[in-house]
């Protein structure tokens, strides 16, 4: 694997890890990098995305959602959002004693950080394989009024509409229309106890709320999105779930299913996520449940629908959405 190999060869030449002794650090740490390769002794993971958490569960390393000890050694592997990424830098610089290694590819806009650390203080190495680069550096160069100015750009603060939210999360900057016309698709319909799937910061369900429900589970996976969906809403009718969606319990406990299902992994298209949203909805509603949900109008999610569900009503929408209401499971 080449993310493996850049990795083994930066950490190798420049010896980072020389010592058995000292303490790394890997933040948005991959499921397949066998991390032990690198590190003999101290080793924390971190891994805010719960359906890859669950992946380390049994692995007898520490196990975090977000990095809160120091650390000698530090490896960053970038998320999508470099605002996100920036502000898991400046964690990891005032957290790490030694040696920062940032790794991602070119989609993840590696050169970018790279040029720009390169202004701010020397890099010690560079690995690059394929399309991708690992680089390592002395976090203490940082200017600290700098790191500051990253932190505070990806902390959680209230957006345009007054909901907390925070870079790398869907829609972090206002609501998102495909959820805006859910919310108005189901408004006057929604009752007794409701489950919002990949509830993100809690938008929907503060829309459900406004209704005479008797009561709202909010499941999602991101952990920052979960973290601000509780500060989002202070309503003793809601319980919020830090977990992959399609790791639910199948048992049928839910009168009504909610949902804006995600269709991306990472930058790409993939369709199996949202499917698997419906195919769980299926299982968690109750024998005369109704599903309420949008998807962009392109995504061909009726040969599903009308395999999991008896009555499947599809209205098309101007901004480029379907609302789908499909009732009763099968």
Request: with cysteine.
């Amino acid at each position: 694997m080449s993310r493996q190999h850049r990795l083994l060869d930066l950490i190798n030449v420049e010896n980072i890890i020389s010592s058995s002794k000292r303490k790394l650090t890997v933040i948005n740490a991959k499921v397949d990098l066998p991390y032990r390769e690198f590190c003999s002794a101290d080793l924390t993971l971190i891994q805010p995305l719960a359906n890859f958490y669950d992946e380390f569960i049994g692995s007898n390393e520490k196990l975090l959602c977000e990095m809160e000890h120091s650390s000698d050694v530090t490896i960053l592997h970038l998320p999508k959002s470099k605002i996100e990424g920036f502000g898991m830098l400046s964690k990891a610089i005032e957290l790490t004693q030694e040696y920062i290694i940032i790794d991602g590819n070119k989609k993840d806009g590696i050169d970018s950080y790279l040029n720009g650390i390169k202004k701010l203080t020397d890099i010690l190495g560079v690995s690059i394989k394929d399309h991708g680069k690992a680089f390592c550096f002395d976090p203490k160069q940082i200017n600290k009024t700098l790191v500051n100015d990253w932190k505070n750009s990806a902390k959680i603060k209230e957006n345009i509409d007054g909901f907390f939210t925070a870079e790398g999360m869907f829609s972090p900057r206002s609501i998102d229309k495909g959820s805006h016309e859910l919310a108005s698709a189901f408004t006057g319909k929604l009752n007794g106890c409701i489950a919002d799937l990949g509830a993100g910061w809690g938008w929907l369900s503060h829309e459900a709320l406004k209704q005479n429900i008797k009561k709202i589970d909010l499941y999602e996976a991101h952990f920052p999105s979960f973290q601000c969906s509780k500060l989002n809403i202070q309503d003793g009718r809601a319980d919020f779930f830090w977990i992959d969606v399609l790791k639910l319990s199948n048992e049928a406990t839910y009168d009504m299913v909610i949902m804006n299902p995600p269709f991306h992994l990472g930058r790409a298209t993939d369709l199996s996520l949202g499917e698997g949203f419906l195919v769980k909805a299926s299982e968690i509603l109750k024998k005369n449940g109704t599903l309420h949900m949008v998807a962009n109008r392109h995504l061909p999610y009726e040969r599903t629908l009308s395999r999991l569900f008896k009555n499947v009503t599809i209205s098309e929408e101007k901004l480029g959405f379907k609302i789908i209401e499909a009732k009763i499971p099968k």
